[in-house]
């Protein structure tokens, strides 16, 4: 009887601590001991419909998520940053997913946040409100356990270039550019976009960026190890090939794996190290003994 208490025992741990990371992935920065009004923002944003957030989940782990509003460049409307968080919340209940995609419908990433929403929620508090839950979605965003990656097609400014810094990569198309216009509208990022730029290029070339209001071309982007790689095609179907294949080189092999992979390096980037390490421990715990490490070791031993 006990070889299957044990079992038993290490299964409801492994549960435990599945369930413990599931919620520290959905935690929000942000509640009402900061003033947030999360449902007063929710009323106002339904007010500005138009354009969609599209998901697919493909079979082999990878989901391409469509920023769809091409007559205004795929600009967020109120409605578009409602579906933002719905897909995020159906990703972090996608047990299956190892890869994501997001790109722009009409050969266009994004650009930024749709005016009319802007003008008509100008007042400070509406705005801070905003901000809070575009960072909220964002950083959910970010901490999925899947490997993410912004195909940059025609132009990404604003919030869009923003959106392209909550991926862990970036891909870019010929002729493309990611611009941080802030200034130009009296602004800087709201969505986050400052933070993890930060963390991508050094705070050095983040200032340039911001302060300057520069465009960056794919070579630009390249040589401050924003892009990872310039891409041949420029039209959708043959960029979104492109992009999934260069996923598939991160995405091979079992879920399981690839997610842990992608929890540790969240955890070891966004927390204190003496909580990364606690949670990469933790991490470690759900695959060591798995089926993935068992089949490794029956298939070939590593001292050779």
């Given at each position: 009887?006990?070889?299957?208490?044990?079992?038993?025992?290490?299964?409801?741990?492994?549960?435990?601590?599945?369930?413990?990371?599931?919620?520290?992935?959905?935690?929000?920065?942000?509640?009402?001991?900061?003033?947030?009004?999360?449902?007063?923002?929710?009323?106002?944003?339904?007010?500005?419909?138009?354009?969609?957030?599209?998901?697919?989940?493909?079979?082999?782990?990878?989901?391409?998520?469509?920023?769809?509003?091409?007559?205004?460049?795929?600009?967020?409307?109120?409605?578009?940053?409602?579906?933002?968080?719905?897909?995020?919340?159906?990703?972090?209940?996608?047990?299956?997913?190892?890869?994501?995609?997001?790109?722009?419908?009409?050969?266009?990433?994004?650009?930024?946040?749709?005016?009319?929403?802007?003008?008509?929620?100008?007042?400070?508090?509406?705005?801070?409100?905003?901000?809070?839950?575009?960072?909220?979605?964002?950083?959910?965003?970010?901490?999925?356990?899947?490997i993410s990656v912004a195909l940059v097609q025609g132009k990404a400014v604003g919030g869009g270039a923003e959106l392209t810094t909550a991926c862990d990569f970036r891909l870019m198309t010929p002729g493309s550019e990611i611009r941080f216009v802030h200034k130009h509208m009296g602004l800087v990022?709201?969505?986050?976009?400052?933070?993890?730029?930060?963390?991508?290029?050094?705070?050095?070339?983040?200032?340039?960026?911001?302060?300057?209001?520069?465009?960056?071309?794919?070579?630009?982007?390249?040589?401050?190890?924003?892009?990872?790689?310039?891409?041949?095609?420029?039209?959708?179907?043959?960029?979104?090939?492109?992009?999934?294949?260069?996923?598939?080189?991160?995405?091979?092999?079992?879920?399981?794996?690839?997610?842990?992979?992608?929890?540790?390096?969240?955890?070891?980037?966004?927390?204190?190290?003496?909580?990364?390490?606690?949670?990469?421990?933790?991490?470690?715990?759900?695959?060591?003994?798995?089926?993935?490490?068992?089949?490794?070791?029956?298939?070939?031993?590593?001292?050779?």
């Open positions: 009887l006990f070889p299957e208490m044990a079992i038993s025992l290490w299964k409801n741990l492994l549960q435990t601590t599945k369930e413990r990371l599931l919620q520290q992935r959905r935690m929000s920065l942000y509640n009402g001991a900061h003033g947030y009004e999360e449902e007063l923002i929710k009323k106002k944003l339904q007010q500005f419909a138009g354009g969609s957030i599209n998901l697919s989940k493909e079979d082999n782990g990878i989901g391409i998520l469509t920023l769809n509003n091409p007559k205004l460049m795929n600009a967020f409307t109120g409605t578009m940053m409602l579906e933002l968080q719905e897909r995020v919340t159906e990703l972090e209940n996608w047990k299956d997913g190892k890869g994501l995609i997001i790109y722009g419908a009409g050969n266009t990433f994004c650009s930024g946040s749709d005016l009319n929403a802007v003008k008509a929620i100008s007042n400070s508090q509406d705005g801070m409100n905003m901000c809070m839950f575009m960072q909220n979605t964002l950083t959910r965003l970010m901490r999925l356990p899947l990022p709201g969505w986050g976009g400052a933070a993890r730029l930060v963390g991508i290029v050094g705070s050095g070339a983040a200032l340039r960026l911001l302060s300057g209001a520069a465009r960056l071309d794919p070579e630009s982007a390249l040589r401050l190890g924003l892009s990872e790689e310039t891409l041949s095609s420029s039209d959708e179907t043959g960029a979104l090939e492109e992009a999934r294949a260069w996923l598939s080189g991160y995405t091979e092999g079992p879920a399981s794996v690839i997610r842990a992979a992608k929890e540790v390096v969240t955890a070891g980037r966004d927390l204190p190290v003496e909580a990364a390490l606690r949670r990469e421990k933790d991490v470690f715990g759900t695959v060591w003994g798995g089926p993935a490490n068992l089949q490794a070791l029956v298939r070939r031993p590593k001292h050779k």
